[in-house]
């Protein structure tokens, strides 16, 4: 059995502004479970990507450990890729974006990867506002190791064992609101038609763009007890509206009969247009977010779509005023300016 995609596509695909096609953003075949919902958000980050005319050699993704951590084979064979340690991506990403500001990076994690080892890693990439998208794929359970419940596994959720969760749930989108995230949203790894429109929006946000995906393991977690399984979030999805992401150079365009329209405009002139079914969401207040989702939560609903999203945000870059250079390309004299500046910084600190 071979996982590599067979060279032969058809002669007439259709392809983007830089004369590629979808081909070129395609990674290796799944070895995940057939239905799993990773695989679904590894079609929507390809779909993404070509749609956006970016070019593979520009993004670089990364992970930790875990089914969610594997898909990056999956998708973008052409760009650069480095799988971390379990919990670790975030340090990892950390420093591959302080060497190089203009890659765009991609960090795929779990709710193991995320929520639990790498709780205090995510905290601190999301406090730094790291320009980043950082994209949760959310199963409720641990898929490579039989299917324990997560972190994020609901309270009196049962997994395929039976047993009912003993323990509430951290909601990942909730503590990305409260420790500072720019950008935050949720989807379902089966609405392809909301989730590529965030992915877009999130690799246009300058600073923390974060995407927490209910993604099924059709394996361990898609029983009728599961409040993670297709059947469960398709029966109680309710999203903030249609969210439709419209890059700068297309003509804007809108109009949304009977429900209130919002727009946000990111840094590079592309805009979110947001057709609101919940019109108490104010997608530029915190706090209302924040409010949004709790009540959803005590309805026994799951509120998806673009949360909230600062569009005056300012990544770690702008905070620290590093190099507008990526430090990779900074040469010795640059690196080491002499023994005059040397004392110069020592004679101001005394």
Sequence with gaps: MTYLRPEFRHPQLPVNELGYSRKDYEGALSTLCAGCGHDSISAAVVQSMFEMSIEPHRVAKLSGIGCSSKTPTYFLGKSHGFNSVHGRMPSVVTGANMANRDLIYLGVSGDGDTASIGMGQFAHAVRRNLNM?????????????????????????????????????????????????????????????????????????????????????????????????????????????????????????????NQTSEEVTLHDGSVVHLCKMDDKLNVRSRNSAVERMKNYKDRGRILTGLLYMDPDSQDLHDSIDSSKKPLRQLGEKELCPGVAVLQNINDSLR
Aim: net charge negative.
């Design 133 to 257: 998208v950082y994209i949760v794929m959310n199963n409720g359970c641990y898929g490579l190791t039989k299917g324990q419940d997560s972190a994020t596994a609901d309270v009196g959720s049962c997994s395929k064992k039976g047993e009912p969760n003993k323990f509430e749930a951290i909601d990942l989108a909730g503590v990305a609101l409260e420790l500072g995230a720019t950008f935050v949203a949720r989807s379902f790894s089966g609405d392809k038609d909301q989730l590529v429109p965030l992915i877009k929006a999130a690799v246009s946000h300058r600073g923390f763009a974060f995407i927490d995906v209910i993604s099924p393991c059709v394996t361990f977690n898609n029983n009728p007890g599961s409040t993670k399984g297709y059947e469960f979030v398709r029966d109680h999805l309710e999203a903030t509206g249609t969210v439709d992401f419209v890059p700068m150079r297309e003509e804007i365009t809108a109009c949304y009969p």
